[in-house]
């Protein structure tokens, strides 16, 4: 395989604009436009997002995540294990970013805001919701935590499978459920030529929305 120049790998973007004229005013209804054409043109994993989160001594870690609900249409939901890092993360400083990234449509959305954990009722309906596997591997996993070798985890499979036969749904665990992220600041960004990229960005005020224009 022939060595490549990363420096000259570049991509034209020119499929589409973001102007104030055609974008919402609310940024909850354009990110969930956006969304929308997402989804109709069938990208790869459209809810996928990065979860940013720091820990204590300031240092930043990142992981993708799925968004799985606008719940109220006022925030971000997803679903992990509490005691994870990000758990742990979130749980001593609450403040998070999201991105999501959509090259297809030459799209990027960054969202900041403040973390808190959702209600114990969509958390049970939604892991009650997954397939079975889903559901057995939430107990087996102590996510984040060092394991000795792939047969430990499997083995930790078996016994919960033993613990819960005939169980369907199982119960959800109780270091198992889910985010929401409410949004302070939300950024479109749509990809140009020349790298001229269109930024609009929003910034939560008690009044609603205020709308910006970043340079690129």
């Given amino acids: ?18 102007d104030e004229a055609a974008a919402d005013l609310d940024a909850l209804r ?3 436009r956006w969304l929308d054409e997402a989804l109709q043109a ?42 994870s890092r990000k758990g742990q993360e979130l749980a001593a ?26 209600a114990e ?19 087996a996993s102590p996510q984040s935590q060092v394991i000795g070798s792939r047969h430990e985890l499997e083995r930790r499979e078996q ?4 613990r819960f036969a005939g169980q369907d749904p199982l119960p959800r665990p109780p270091h198992w459920g889910g985010y929401v992220l409410r949004p302070s600041r939300i950024e479109f960004w749509q990809g140009r030529p020349s790298r001229l990229h269109d930024r609009l960005v929003y910034d939560k005020t008690d009044d609603g929305w205020q709308r910006s224009r970043l340079a690129p």
């Fill in 30 to 32: 354009q990110f969930r």
């Fill in 1 to 18: 395989m022939q060595d490549q120049n990363l420096a000259d790998l570049r991509k034209t973007y020119a499929q589409h604009e973001l």
């Fill in 93 to 118: 400083d609450p403040k998070a970013a999201l991105t999501f990234f959509w090259p297809a449509l030459e799209r990027q959305v960054r969202v900041e805001g403040t973390v808190e954990k959702a």
């Fill in 42 to 83: 069938k990208v790869d994993e459209p809810t996928a997002m990065t979860l940013s989160t720091v820990a204590p001594d300031g240092q930043p870690s990142a992981r993708i995540v799925l968004l799985k609900g606008l719940p109220d249409e006022a925030g971000f939901l997803f679903f992990t294990n509490y005691d």
């Fill in 121 to 139: 009722t969509v958390s049970t309906e939604y892991f009650q919701s997954r397939p079975h596997g889903s559901q057995v591997g939430a107990w």
């Fill in 159 to 162: 016994d919960v499978e033993q």
